[in-house]
């Protein structure tokens, strides 16, 4: 399991009350391990729409933005057979 905690002090920020604390990840160490999620079918949305509506409008758009990265950085990537045919 992992909790989260704010860090007391972060070395990379300086000390002001303008910076903001944030959460860091820890590792719960004594727990049993619980059986990994199911995958989701290819093509499933893992997002219902009320979980988007949630979201800020700021937060959709870089959710977007990522999407759009990724999508470019697999268009750049090289054909993975010989004669560039996915499905011959």
Do not use: C, K, Y
């Not at 989260?4 to 002001?16: I, M």
């Not at 988007?52 to 959709?60: D, F, K, T």
């Not at 870089?62 to 697999?74: S, V």
């Amino acid at each position: 399991m992992v909790r989260t905690a704010v860090a007391a002090a972060d070395p990379d920020e300086p000390d002001s009350p303008m910076s903001a604390q944030r959460p860091h990840l820890e590792v719960v160490p004594g727990e049993a391990e619980a059986e990994p999620p199911e995958p989701l079918p290819l093509g499933a949305n893992p997002l219902a729409a009320v979980d988007l509506e949630r979201l800020s409008a700021a937060a959709r758009h870089r959710i977007a933005a990522f999407i759009h990265l990724q999508i470019a950085a697999l268009e750049e990537m090289s054909d993975p057979l010989p004669g560039g045919d996915v499905n011959p």
